[in-house]
T-cell receptor, first 112, second 114 residues
Framework: GENVEQHPSTLSVQEGDSAVIKCTYSDSASNYFPWYKQELGKRPQLIIDIRSNVGEKKDQRIAVTLNKTAKHFSLHITETQPEDSAVYFCAASTGSARQLTFGSGTQLTVLP | NAGVTQTPKFQVLKTGQSMTLQCAQDMNHNSMYWYRQDPGMGLRRIHY???????DKGEVPNGYNVSRLNKREFSLRLESAAPSQTSVYFC?????????????FGQGTRLTVV
């Protein structure tokens, strides 16, 4: 089955700096890569996703890049703010949510 | 629209006790899932269902049973709770099939087995 590895497990940045979280996947058939944000005590929520026919996708301060050849994808957050502090999960799927495999999560802390 | 609602929010069980976690969604989704979240291990799928009456095992199914009696509801049962089942449990739902892969999560159940 699919295996998704996520790094780093914890990340601290100064407010206004950029943050990058990286994930690798093992199944070359995976074609859908979402990122979820989970604030403390809350449920995970989708913040951005990318499909394998696209190399990069941006939504305001967040972007995701995908390298299919190397089987890795990354989340980029620019101009970080305290409200970006949360746990971020990457995931990979062969197309449907029932096949989502999640990474182990990254605790991002934005320091004021 | 309440989205995905699960109950209870917190539960403490003694080893060997049983309980059922309830989940309901009002988004007309075909598929529903149960995940457990443990520190450093992300979200792992326990069981899932693509339609009423159809369930299948996920990555960590041992010790859990599920029931999908109708489209809205998907329950998770622990027949004989063990300390290793201490975790945060999330129910989720999505449309079935390709093209709409976003999973919507409930608010979670924090279960402690002592």
């Amino acid at each position: 089955g699919e295996n998704v590895e996520q790094h780093p497990s914890t990340l601290s940045v100064q407010e206004g700096d950029s943050a990058v979280i990286k994930c690798t996947y093992s199944d070359s058939a995976s074609n859908y890569f979402p990122w979820y944000k989970q604030e403390l005590g809350k449920r995970p929520q989708l913040i951005i996703d990318i499909r394998s026919n696209v190399g990069e996708k941006k939504d305001q301060r967040i972007a995701v890049t995908l390298n299919k050849t190397a089987k890795h994808f990354s989340l980029h957050i620019t101009e970080t703010q305290p409200e970006d502090s949360a746990v971020y999960f990457c995931a990979a799927s062969t197309g449907s949510a029932r096949q989502l495999t999640f990474g182990s999560g990254t605790q991002l802390t934005v320091l004021p | 629209n309440a989205g995905v609602t699960q109950t209870p929010k917190f539960q403490v069980l003694k080893t060997g006790q049983s309980m059922t976690l309830q989940c309901a969604q009002d988004m007309n989704h075909n598929s529903m899932y149960w995940y457990r979240q443990d520190p450093g291990m992300g979200l792992r799928r326990i069981h899932y269902s693509v339609a009423a009456g159809i369930t299948d095992k996920g990555e960590v199914p041992n010790g859990y049973n599920v029931s999908r009696l109708n489209k809205r509801e998907f329950s998770l049962r622990l027949e004989s709770a063990a300390p290793s089942q201490t975790s945060v449990y999330f129910c989720a739902s999505s449309y079935y099939g390709y093209g709409s892969a976003e999973a919507f999560f409930g608010q979670g159940t924090r279960l402690t087995v002592v």
